[in-house]
């Protein structure tokens, strides 16, 4: 089945993320991968991004603090090659998007932490 594969990337990529391995992103990142930050409105590319995360780890400063999530939402299409994962955070109510698309494997096209919260 397709979205358990995606799952197992999923994890994957979130486990490279929390140790800082940019490497292993790359591989699941779609090359125009972009994070987005309505609540800043500001965008950061993938190579910003590696360039930042390459740097804080070899100074020892690449801690990111793994969000309380309350729930997750996969919905796929109907041909089942690209999905959204809307992530809820029990922390101030704050909701993370993923969009995946599956060419040969799945990969990342975007991470976009919404302005909206959710609805209590």
Request: charged content about 35%; overall charge negative; aromatic content about 14%.
């Amino acid at each position: 089945m397709m979205d358990n594969q995606l799952e197992q990337i999923r994890d994957i990529w979130v486990n490279a993320f929390f140790i800082g391995n940019y490497e292993v992103l790359l591989q699941y990142e779609d090359e125009h991968f972009k994070v987005v930050y309505e609540q800043d409105g500001r965008t950061e590319s993938n190579f910003t991004r590696y360039d930042r995360i390459a740097h804080a780890v070899k100074n020892g400063v690449w801690k990111p603090k793994k969000p309380d999530v309350e729930f997750e939402a996969y919905e796929f299409d109907r041909d089942q090659t690209a999905c959204k994962i809307l992530i809820g955070l029990a922390e101030n109510q704050q909701q993370i998007q993923e969009l995946w698309q599956f060419e040969e494997t799945w990969k990342i096209k975007e991470l976009r932490f919404l302005k909206q919260k959710r609805a209590k």
